[in-house]
């Protein structure tokens, strides 16, 4: 598509905030307004518009791909967001774990307990952990809290926890991943460490290897849209 417009800006609209497109509102994919929380998010779709040149490449165009997706997916949908979220803690890939007697379960106690164990402590919660790949139900006392939990999150972290509980198989993760401290780097080691052991075992695959990066990207993306939201 030719590029349209001369210039991307942004202005105040019904309480939140839109990019303009030579004074114009945008509307996403949808047909909604694109009206997003804060300054700092429309200054990011913005961005994205004014930095096409005289062809727009559709595939630039992530933060409006994911404001879009809060907007029309998200809103008014809260109750089966959730209900979509929560198996994501049921089978939380870091509550399953090798056998003892494995090196593996060294490596899982030395990086997921510690994040588990916080996760718990801060939520009042326990998680059920499983030696093997056979299920076992977690409390329902702690699924009712993530309920809670998730019931407290607005359209667009809800919007991130679902590409972040995807990306990571954990539910756990993804909500560490959206809050204002959280370490991008220590989570995705998390999420890949049994990725990691694997390429430790039998070597680096390079398409496997892009595949990880282009999902790191995600990932950070993902965080970094709660940020500019909050």
């Known amino acids: 598509m030719k590029r349209f417009y001369k210039e991307a800006s942004i202005e105040q609209a019904d309480g939140g905030w839109r990019a303009v497109l030579d004074g114009r509102g945008i509307r996403t994919a949808g047909g909604r307004a694109q009206i ?13 518009w004014a930095g096409q040149g005289d062809t727009i490449e559709a595939s630039t165009f992530h933060f409006r791909d994911l404001a879009d997706f809060a907007i029309d997916a998200i809103a008014g949908n809260h109750d089966a967001v959730i209900a ?13 774990r090798a056998d003892p007697d494995e090196a593996l379960y060294k490596r899982q106690a030395e990086i997921w307990e510690p994040l588990l164990s916080a996760f718990e402590a801060r939520l009042g919660v326990r998680f059920t952990r499983v030696s ?15 309920r809670t939990e998730l019931k407290a999150c607005d359209d667009f972290q809800l919007a991130a926890l679902k590409m972040l509980s995807s990306l990571s198989a954990s539910l756990v993760i ?10 991008a780097d220590a989570l995705w080691k998390a999420a890949e460490l049994e990725a990691d052991w694997q390429v430790e ?10 595949l990880r990066i282009t999902r790191f990207t995600a990932f ?8 500019l939201a909050r």
């Open 36 to 48: 997003v929380p804060t300054e700092a998010l429309a200054a990011a779709l913005a961005a994205e």
């Open 84 to 96: 979509e979220l929560v198996p994501y803690a049921e089978t939380d890939t870091l509550c399953y």
């Open 132 to 146: 093997g790949i056979m299920h076992k139900p977690q409390p329902e006392a702690t699924l009712a809290c993530l």
């Open 174 to 183: 993804a909500l560490e991943a959206i809050r204002p401290d959280a370490d």
């Open 201 to 210: 075992l039998w070597g680096e695959d390079w398409e496997a290897t892009q």
């Open 220 to 227: 950070k993306l993902a965080m970094k849209l709660v940020e």
